[in-house]
């Protein structure tokens, strides 16, 4: 059963500040990792899809990256903004179905 | 673009009674929806995989007599929670696949449930 995991669970930096966020799982064999980004009480908003194939994806200021043997991803926010404050998801597609299994998340806070 | 809505946004019931939670693909057709239940500070738990003319797929420990997925039309998906509980108060979401050979799945913005 795969199991996603993203560390910090909540950070705060400065305005202006570069980050990573992490994304960890467990089960190697998936099809693709996606990063979300969820504003409180609200849907879904899809970031960056990494394809199993491919080893990064850019997207303005993200850029996310994927490592399949070491069961790793990674989120880096350039130039953070205080729009920037959300929380962030992670999430890798395996087995049939095309089923998303989620990450823990990770609270951001940009501050001024 | 690729939108999908979900009615009600939030909801308030007493425990007992049924609510139903439309999820719409606006532009798209979706042979495949998902429905995802989110508590409060934990992430995105799938619930289960509505096909278009077919049963739907549940996830384990899911109960399929308490959580009725129809998926009626490739625009339309719904989730009728049964003789809701406080327990079964969360924020639920659907997701619509617009192209399965894009693994892409667009996000419902989410309802709200309450149940008192």
């Known amino acids: 059963k795969q199991e996603v995991t993203q560390i910090p669970a909540a950070l705060s930096v400065p305005e202006g500040e570069n980050l990573v966020l992490n994304c960890s799982f467990t089960?190697?064999?998936?099809?693709?990792l996606q990063w979300f980004r969820q504003d409180p009480g609200k849907g879904l908003t899809s970031l960056l899809l990494?394809?199993?194939?491919?080893r990064e994806q850019t997207s303005g200021r993200l850029n996310a990256s994927l490592d399949k043997s070491s069961g790793r991803s990674t989120l880096y926010i350039a130039a953070s903004q205080p729009g920037d404050s959300a929380t962030y998801l992670c999430a890798a597609t395996t087995g049939g179905g095309n089923k998303l299994t989620f990450g823990t998340g990770t609270q951001l806070k940009v501050e001024l | 673009g690729a939108v999908v809505s979900q009615h009600p946004s939030r909801v308030i019931c007493k425990s007992g009674t049924s609510v139903k939670i439309e999820c719409r693909s606006l532009?798209?057709?979706?042979?495949?929806m998902f429905w995802y239940r989110q508590f409060p500070k934990q992430s995105l738990m799938l619930m289960a995989t509505?096909?278009?003319?077919?049963?739907?797929?549940?996830e384990q420990g899911v109960e399929k007599d308490k959580f009725l997925i129809n998926h009626a039309s490739l625009t339309l998906s719904t989730l009728t929670v049964t003789s809701a509980h406080p327990e079964d108060s969360s924020f639920y979401i659907c997701?619509?696949?617009?192209?399965?050979?894009?693994?892409?799945?667009?996000f419902g913005p989410g309802t709200r449930l309450t149940v008192l």
């Open positions: 509505s096909n278009e003319g077919s049963k739907a797929t549940y």
């Open positions: 997701s619509a696949d617009k192209n399965p050979d894009t693994d892409t799945q667009y």
């Open positions: 990494i394809q199993s194939s491919q």
């Open positions: 089960d190697s064999a998936i099809y693709n």
């Open positions: 532009d798209f057709q979706a042979t495949t």
